[in-house]
Nanobody, 113 residues
Framework: QVVESGGGSVQAGGSLRLSCKTS????????MAWARQVPGKGLEWVCG???????YYIDSVKGRFTISRDSAENTLYLQMNNLKSEDTAVYYC?????????WGKGTLVTVSS
């Protein structure tokens, strides 16, 4: 079971923190990630977090987004700062492997300029 939350509507420059609470997934055994989908377009990776703590970010979010996890709470986070209109999308958590397979229904982030 996956519960994604934290999405909403913000103005450009604002911040949001997304959460993905899971059950039955071992954070110590799986690399985790956030992906997003703009309506009418395909899924794309946003960032990933390997089990050893190494992170990956796509260029467009570097310096603005931070992925983290709380293994004790089985929760993955995405702190998003200085949001831009092009960040508008539905955000999903997933294991960091291909193909991108979202766990839940996602949470919508809308950034207005």
């Amino acid at each position: 079971q996956v519960v994604e939350s934290g999405g909403g509507s913000v103005q450009a420059g604002g911040s949001l923190r997304l959460s993905c609470k899971t059950s039955g997934v071992s954070f110590s055994r799986h690399a985790m990630a956030w992906a997003r989908q703009v309506p009418g377009k395909g899924l794309e990776w946003v960032c990933g977090l390997y089990t050893e703590g190494v992170t990956y970010y796509i260029d467009s979010v570097k310096g603005r987004f931070t992925i983290s996890r709380d293994s004790a709470e089985n929760t993955l986070y995405l702190q998003m700062n200085n949001l831009k209109s092009e960040d508008t999308a539905v955000y999903y958590c997933a294991t960091f492997s291909t193909p991108i397979t979202p766990w839940g229904k996602g949470t919508l982030v809308t950034v207005s300029s």
